[in-house]
């Protein structure tokens, strides 16, 4: 078990620039979790898949977000048109989870990308 | 959703006190998480307690789900206990609270 990794683990975009993160979640893991946390606060969820369909997307995530989960396997989070606001960690967490609230739900994190736009 | 609040917020302790940190939450909910987020923003897994009492080593915690709260204990504090503690509750998305800042004094 490697844990959770993302990719890259850092990112300076100028504005405008579109950028995309990676996340590998534990293998076994069925569920797949993308949260966004800015200076002093905690993390906001963004949306999260079960194998590979994409069950809720956050009000957060504007129309310049996207996030895919081909084959239920790794997933990317892309933003178009990066503006300042988006500045901040991205974080993703996996966890073997069955049904919409399943009694247990243990969520595992990747250790981040911080985006910086100038 | 779900609303998490988490006291103190700061918290200063000298190396070797102890410690309780609050997590009030205001729905039932069937997961509670504890983290500790390192200085590099790692999130790292404390605790999974949805109910009832758990310990590891110096740090244990207790869930009271029929009262909407949880407590984090820190005994003997350490240098290396510094860093923000974060509660988080779900069904299936996490909401985090703000988070305690803890500063450990040598």
């Known amino acids: 078990d490697t844990g959770v990794s993302q990719d890259p683990r850092h990112k300076i975009t100028k504005r405008g620039q579109n950028v995309t993160f990676r996340c590998d979640p534990i293998s076994e893991h069925n569920r797949l979790y993308w949260y966004r946390q800015t200076l002093g606060q905690g993390p906001e969820f963004l949306t999260y898949?079960?194998?590979?369909?994409?069950?809720?997307k956050s009000r957060l995530l504007s129309d310049r977000f996207s996030a895919e989960r081909p084959k239920g396997s790794f997933s990317t989070l892309e933003i178009q048109r990066t503006e300042q606001g988006d500045s901040a960690m991205y974080l993703c967490a996996s966890s073997t989870a069955f049904g919409l609230a399943s009694s247990y739900n243990e969520q595992f994190f990747g250790p981040g990308t911080r985006l910086t736009v100038l | 959703g779900i609303q998490v609040e988490q006291s103190p917020p700061d918290l200063i302790l000298q190396e070797g006190a102890n410690s309780t940190l609050r997590c009030n939450f205001s729905d039932s909910v069937n997961n509670l998480q504890w983290f500790h987020q390192n200085p590099w923003g790692q999130l790292i897994n404390l605790f999974y307690i949805p109910s009832g009492t758990k310990q590891n080593g110096r740090l244990s915690a207790t869930t009271v789900a029929t009262e909407r709260y949880s407590l984090l204990y820190i005994s003997s504090s350490q240098t290396t206990d510094s860093g923000v503690y974060f509660c988080a509750v779900s069904d299936y998305k996490l909401s985090f609270g703000a988070g305690t800042t803890v500063t450990v004094r040598a």
């Open positions: 898949f079960q194998n590979e369909a994409q069950l809720e």
